[in-house]
């Protein structure tokens, strides 16, 4: 049976379980980079509820349900699961609506969005603790920068590194992924992002796409906030932001480092690692799975990524690799 009449089948028994008419709209509501389809409903009330299809031979919904009980445990808003067939790859969820932080955001509204975000993310850390969500551990966190030199590099810009520049990369990513790993540890959404923040009436903000949570390092989801992949702001500005995060952590009794100085560089570092693994997906996803429209934001990423390397002397070696694959060649001219 072909995915999408599996998927009516399954709804048709969900809203009328005795075999009576029950007539529901279904349209597309988001796709995501991965294999997961968002699809919402539109009950003959007017009522909504959104509709993951999970197809289980590419993705497992079991997560997913884990952390959404999980971060509603901490305080948090999160899609309510009304619905389950893990065996099919299907959840019935309730629906946050379609205003994404991305489309909210501007300078009229950012410091409140980002105040909720911030309430909510220290409310996710505060409730931590390990071995409930698999470790960030050195081997994930490997695999992930791994994608930078394999897809970003060797497939995107189509360049093969020589010695010396390999084992630049080997020891930037080395100190990098040694930073990460001796911050503290809290439970890390990995995709806290605009796209994955939904702007709601009560409780906002709706929290998305958390099935892939890790326990990890404690800045990992804050860079992933203000050095979002979607949306930039100056310096100024998000220095702003993490200084009243670092405060509210502090606050909240979260193990940040007392000393400003230190807790940010951890914070630049990680961004490091995270901007270094999406230059990776973004190419994979378009190079693999035919999805281009990521390339328009790798300028952003790189740009993050250039501002982190240049600043501290221990990643200036990835710096100068950066400038060497992304040199423009000139266009040799005959003259006579």
Not at 69 to 77: K, P
Not at 131 to 142: E, F, V
Not at 208 to 226: E, H
């Amino acid at each position: 049976m072909p995915r999408l009449a599996q998927l009516d089948d399954w709804l048709k028994r969900q809203f009328s379980p005795d075999g009576e008419k029950h007539d529901f709209r279904l349209t597309r509501a988001s796709s995501d980079a991965s294999f997961r389809r968002y699809f919402r409903i539109t009950l003959p009330d007017g009522g909504t509820r959104i509709v993951m299809d999970a197809p289980p031979e590419h993705e497992d919904c079991r997560p997913f349900v884990k952390v959404a009980a999980l971060f509603s445990a901490a305080g948090v808003n999160v899609p309510a699961v009304e619905a389950e067939d893990l065996a099919q790859g299907f959840l019935l969820l309730s629906d946050f609506g379609d205003t994404t932080y991305l489309k909210a955001l501007d300078a009229s509204t950012a410091r409140e969005l980002y105040g909720d975000a911030v309430d909510a993310l220290v409310a996710i850390q505060r409730a931590s603790r390990p071995g409930i969500l698999p470790d960030y551990d050195r081997n994930l966190l490997r695999r992930e920068i791994g994608l930078f030199p394999k897809w970003y590099v060797a497939r995107h810009r189509r360049v093969a590194l020589n010695d010396r520049q390999t084992a630049d990369l080997g020891a930037v990513f080395e100190k990098i992924l040694e930073n990460a790993l001796a911050q503290p540890k809290v439970f890390v959404h990995r995709d806290y992002h605009s796209r994955n923040l939904m702007r709601t009436a009560h409780g906002n903000p709706g929290i998305l796409d958390f099935q892939d949570a890790v326990y990890g390092p404690i800045t990992y989801d804050l860079v992933s906030l203000f050095r979002d992949a979607y949306i930039a702001w100056d310096e100024e500005t998000e220095l702003d932001y993490v200084i009243r995060y670092w405060e509210t952590a502090r606050g909240a009794g979260l193990p940040v480092p007392l000393d400003f100085y230190d807790f940010y560089r951890d914070y630049e570092w990680m961004g490091a690692q995270r901007q270094l693994k999406v230059l990776g997906i973004f190419a994979r996803l378009y190079h693999r799975d035919a999805k281009d429209d990521y390339l328009k934001d790798l300028p952003r990423v790189m740009d993050y990524l250039r501002r982190v390397c240049t600043r501290y002397t221990e990643l200036r070696p990835l710096a100068r690799v950066l400038n060497e694959i992304e040199e423009v060649k000139t266009e040799t001219r005959l003259s006579f």
